[in-house]
């Protein structure tokens, strides 16, 4: 017990007086497959890539992040304990009357296709928790926000008075035939009855 006075004296000594002491080891080891070697300019941010849109194209599938309203929040998905500590749920919403990224004609279409899922403020809402990670959710809302306005860019071909005409005929011969199933089923079924004292 009397020698660790000294002993630490000692220490102090080696350690001010060493320059390649083991003892003050530098932690500064990084490993070939880390985030900066393998991405030195990057970073972890989201962001929106530059982009020039195709003033020929209606919507080339581009969609602006920071015009968008992200949240993450606890998911009901998959992921068992995890997702009581982990946000991966996405909520992507924006106001259509006000994306200006999406051309005019293409706006008014989605209002009216999708009026009932509009909030009261006129937010489109698009909601994922099909993975146990934030970036796939992500990445399943947008590809869904691109579904939807592609959709509506669709324009759908009128019928021809020919195909209707086909159409209309193939209805008729479905309900004739129906009509003559129910005719053939309520005779069966007569035939089954017992004969009653009117038939004798």
Not at 52 to 76: C, N, Q, R, V
Not at 97 to 102: M, V
């Amino acid at each position: 017990m009397a020698l660790m006075p000294l002993r630490r004296q000692l220490m102090r000594i080696i350690t001010t007086q060493s320059p390649f002491s083991t003892l003050q080891r530098c932690m500064a080891y990084k490993s070939s497959l880390s985030l900066e070697t393998l991405y030195p300019n990057s970073s972890l941010k989201l962001s929106t890539p530059a982009f020039t849109p195709d003033p020929k194209e209606k919507f080339s599938g581009f969609i602006p992040m920071h015009k968008l309203d992200i949240t993450y929040s606890a998911s009901s998905g998959p992921g068992g304990q995890n997702v009581n500590k982990v946000h991966t749920k996405v909520d992507l919403r924006f106001k259509v009357s006000e994306a200006d990224w999406i051309p005019a004609e293409i706006r008014e279409k989605l209002q009216q296709l999708h009026n009932n899922k509009l909030t009261k403020e006129g937010y489109l809402v698009i909601r994922s928790d099909v993975t146990r990670s934030q970036q796939l959710n992500l990445a399943d809302c947008l590809q869904k926000l691109r579904n939807i306005i592609r959709d509506a860019a669709v324009t759908k071909r009128e019928p021809s008075p020919e195909t209707e005409e086909r159409i209309r005929q193939r209805h008729l011969k479905a309900s004739r035939l129906r009509v003559a199933v129910k005719r053939e089923a309520a005779l069966r079924r007569s035939l089954k009855q017992s004969p009653t004292v009117v038939d004798l």
